[in-house]
């Protein structure tokens, strides 16, 4: 599903964070959420599963 | 002239009478009721044909014919002369072709038989006396008044015997009965009568060079004995077909024979010896085996001779010498018999013959038992007067130093002469006490020879033994030698022991106490008993409790301890849902662990986050609680959405080593349907947080 998150640091070799900023409280186009207005160069849209170890950022 | 007429007158008288007159032929002289008398003879020079009747009673009508001695009659072929009595008709007849029985013989005489054809009895007379009589029934011997009858019934084929006096009906007895399947052969009855004036002692044989004869008993037990002429008594199993036969007393081909028991009742015995004697001048019986005679038993009645025995048995090996004990030169008395070389002594007067001794440390026991020890030797004697030889021996025990006697046989004779012949004889033996380093030696004697010269022989199929009364079994049993030993039990002692006295060995199992180590008392065991019970030993767990659980009462009061909950996690990996507020999450690689423990009702449990780096701007983080973690007991009131249920200090850290101290509660989490751990702190750029918490659960 599509979702913003962190972007990820592929290079480690090992487990890694995979954080998902929280929009359920957010009704307009993720492209115009805070996280990716404000941080684009953090924060991504992406069209894939969210991982079952995915933790959540309430943006602020 | 008176003298001359009277002489012609004679002349005349005598030319008349005494011309032979001349009868013309068929001329009949004289009348029925006359007779012609001839004097100096008659002579007929044809034939002399005498007057014929159909039988001699018809003769008797004439008088002339039934009173004269010598009158002549035919009856049939038959020439009959009145007897000197004139009392009754003789057949005189001769008749070599004829149906008469010459006096001196017949030669294929006709008729074939002799004897009556109208219905009377033939007697056979002999001093003018009949002694033998053929009635129409059999032959019927005559004594005095009494009567023998011997009968053949021709339609039965029986043959009876019976006696009768004069005038009465005989009685009779079968003897013989039939065979159904030929008429050849006739079977003795069971019931045998014999004449008492024949020999007491009948026998049944068959010709010389005859084929034999057949007495065939009765079938038992599928088992035919009969008599074969050529090769004795034999026996032939009707379901096998095998025979077996007695030859010279030898047993050959099967080995079954059914004997009476003592009850009288046909049993199978087996016999696997070559032959079985009674042992003469004794009442031993021997058997034949391999050659050997061996004594077996004492029979029933028998006082003197074998017996006794039955227990070890030493040979006499002549050929195999021991040295000398005592000065006397002594010779085996072996466990096993040689058969090698002959192995002979011989003397010729009075005194010892030979000796034996048993090989070292043997009997090796402690006491030499009572009774009757067995001599079974080999002996002949030559020469000499026609006394017998005599034979007796001597049983001692040698210690090492001294011979000392036991027992001395009786005399044997040797009556068998110059006849190598086994001889028995036994020695009356008390009971002994020896030691077991004590020997045993037999000297045999001679005595009475009065010239002869006495052999025994050993060895080379003349093997002497003696049969002893030691047992081939246990000779002792923790140093007790009586026969006959008992166990018994006891209690005394300190320790469990075997007592061994006389003839008892008794088994001591002392009670188990403070001293002694033994069997537990009954009543000890009820006390042992009452300390632990059945409900204890279920509910008593040492070694075995249910997981995650101990044992503890958890009551006011004395009580059984009761399962209480006892787990420890381990450390796991934390993969609980995190949420961080602020502007980025802390990221990269991560390292997140907890461990929780639960002891009873209270949960103790840590949480550690660790990020490679550190997020930005971060005031607080949710944790939820981990799976399998206990629910925390919310006391049935802190059931709304974000209740606090518990609380403990937490921190958060921009490294493993600088952290701000902070809080972290448990709560229900916003949607009431689960728990979780939130804390928060001032803003930072944070990538650790960690807390220990303890609550309780239901």
């Not at chain 2, 085996?289 to 025995?309: E, L, P």
Request: some cysteine; hydrophobic content about 35%.
């Amino acid at each position: 599903m599509t979702h913003i998150r962190q972007k990820l640091d592929l290079t480690a070799k090992q487990e890694i964070a995979y954080t998902v900023v929280i929009t359920n409280d957010w009704t307009q186009p993720l492209e115009e959420h805070p996280s990716i207005v404000e941080h684009p160069e953090i924060f991504e849209i992406v069209d894939t599963d969210i991982p079952e170890n995915a933790q959540y950022l309430k943006y602020a | 002239m008176k003298r001359l007429l009277l002489a012609l007158a004679l002349m005349t008288i005598s030319a008349i009478c005494y011309a032979q007159p001349q009868y013309p032929i068929n001329q009949t002289i004289g009348a029925p009721t006359t007779l012609v008398t001839s004097r100096g003879g008659f002579r007929a020079d044809s034939s002399l044909i005498i007057p014929t009747y159909l039988d001699t009673t018809k003769a008797n009508i004439s008088p002339y014919g039934k009173n004269y001695a010598g009158a002549i009659i035919r009856v049939g072929d038959s020439v009959y002369m009145r007897n000197a009595t004139a009392t009754k008709w003789i057949n005189i007849s001769q008749s070599g072709g004829g149906n008469s029985w010459l006096i001196g013989g017949n030669i294929n005489p006709l008729p074939p038989y002799i004897g009556t054809k109208d219905e009377k009895e033939l007697d056979f007379i002999t001093f003018d006396t009949v002694r033998m009589r053929m009635p129409s029934n059999g032959i019927k011997r005559l004594q005095g008044g009494a009567r023998k009858y011997l009968l053949y019934d021709t339609t039965t084929k029986y043959v009876y015997y019976g006696d009768g006096g004069v005038g009465t009906t005989p009685s009779l007895q079968q003897v013989t009965d039939v065979d159904s399947v030929t008429t050849n052969n006739i079977y003795v009855n069971q019931i045998n009568y014999y004449d008492s004036l024949v020999a007491p002692q009948h026998t049944v044989k068959t010709k010389a060079l005859d084929g034999g004869f057949y007495i065939y008993s009765n079938i038992f037990n599928s088992n035919l004995f009969y008599v074969d002429a050529y090769d004795g008594f034999k026996s032939y199993n009707t379901t096998t077909g095998s025979i077996s036969s007695f030859k010279n007393g030898n047993v050959t081909g099967t080995k079954e024979y059914y004997l009476p028991d003592t009850s009288g009742t046909l049993a199978l015995k087996e016999y696997t010896i070559d032959s079985l004697k009674r042992n003469p001048g004794t009442d031993s019986v021997f058997a034949q085996k391999n050659g050997q005679w061996v004594f077996q038993y004492r029979d029933s009645v028998g006082v003197s001779g074998g017996g006794g025995g039955g227990g070890k048995i030493y040979y006499f090996n002549g050929g195999v010498s021991m040295g000398t004990f005592g000065g006397v030169p002594m010779y085996e008395l072996g466990d096993t018999a040689v058969t090698g070389a002959a192995a002979n002594f011989t003397r010729a007067t009075t005194g010892n013959i030979a000796n034996f001794i048993t090989d070292v440390n043997k009997p090796g026991l402690l006491q030499i038992p009572a009774g009757v020890w067995t001599i079974d030797a080999y002996f002949s004697e030559t020469g000499g007067g026609s006394n017998n030889a005599e034979i007796y021996a001597i049983l001692e025990k040698w210690d090492g130093s001294t011979l000392t006697v036991i027992a001395t046989s009786p005399v044997e004779q040797l009556t068998n002469g110059s006849v190598i012949d086994l001889y028995t004889f036994g020695i009356s033996v008390p009971t002994t006490t020896i030691s077991t380093t004590d020997r045993i030696v037999i000297q045999f004697y001679i005595q009475n020879t009065n010239g002869k010269t006495v052999t025994l022989y050993t060895q080379n199929g003349y093997v002497g033994e003696v049969h002893t009364t030691f047992t081939t079994g246990i000779g002792a049993l923790n140093g007790l030698t009586a026969p006959t030993q008992t166990f018994a039990v006891g209690t005394s002692g300190t320790d469990f022991n075997i007592s061994s006295a006389t003839s008892t060995h008794t088994f001591n199992l002392p009670t188990a106490s403070a001293t002694n180590r033994g069997a537990l008392s009954t009543t000890d065991w009820s006390t042992f008993n009452g300390k632990i019970g059945p409900s204890d030993t279920s509910v008593f767990q040492r070694k075995s409790v249910a997981a995650f659980t101990f044992k503890a009462n958890n009551t006011s009061s004395t009580a059984d301890a009761a399962d209480q909950v006892f787990r420890d996690s381990g450390t796991l990996t934390y993969a609980g849902t995190i949420t961080w507020t602020g502007t980025t999450a802390p990221s990269g690689a991560t390292n997140h662990r907890y461990r929780w423990c639960q002891i009873g009702k209270q949960v103790t449990i840590t949480i550690s986050l660790n990020y490679a780096s550190a997020g930005s701007a971060l005031t607080a983080v949710k944790l939820t609680l981990p799976a399998g973690c206990p629910n925390p007991t919310n006391f049935g009131t802190l059931t709304a959405a974000n209740d606090i249920i518990g609380s403990a200090w937490a921190f958060l850290g921009t490294s493993t080593t600088a952290a701000t101290t902070s809080r972290v509660l448990l709560q229900n989490n916003a949607g009431n349907n689960g728990y979780e751990f939130n804390i928060s702190s001032s803003s930072g750029n944070y990538r650790t947080a960690g807390f220990t918490l303890t609550y309780f659960t239901d």
